[in-house]
């Protein structure tokens, strides 16, 4: 244990570095996330369904004029998007979960 010790207070730049690192990767970067949804050829479907990774809190989309509905705060409808719009912004924070990208689903249907 005396070793590690050693090394780190002899980088200690690296170790600074590190730290950051650390913080950035499991505290900033896992706190809320924001993206977008595009639409598919000419327009968007008259219903568009999300489904996330986990639960996340604060659930809001930028456009006040599309209707979201959720009832696990996990899976979302959206309904009257307009159809001058090419892309869909929303945000959320995680709730208790971080997930990742892959775990995230989108469908439409008319």
């Known amino acids: 244990m005396n070793q590690y010790f050693y090394i780190i207070f002899r ?3 690296h170790f600074f570095y590190f730290l950051n690192s650390f913080i950035n990767a499991f505290f900033y ?3 809320d996330g924001r ?3 595009r639409r598919f050829g000419n327009q968007f479907d008259t219903t568009v ?3 996330l990774g986990a639960q996340v809190v ?3 989309v930028d456009d006040p004029r599309i209707t979201v509905n959720s009832n696990d705060n996990q899976n979302y409808i959206f309904t009257d998007i307009p159809t001058s719009i090419e ?3 929303f945000q959320f ?3 208790d979960t ?3 990208s892959n775990t995230v689903g989108v469908a439409g249907s008319t």
Do not use: C, G, H, P
Request: glycine fraction near 0%; proline fraction near 0%.
């Open 11 to 13: 980088n200690f730049q």
């Open 93 to 95: 924070d995680y709730a």
């Open 35 to 37: 993206s977008n949804i």
């Open 29 to 31: 970067l896992k706190k």
């Open 87 to 89: 892309e869909v912004w």
């Open 58 to 60: 604060n659930f809001t």
């Open 98 to 100: 971080f997930f990742l």
């Open 49 to 51: 369904s999300l489904s």
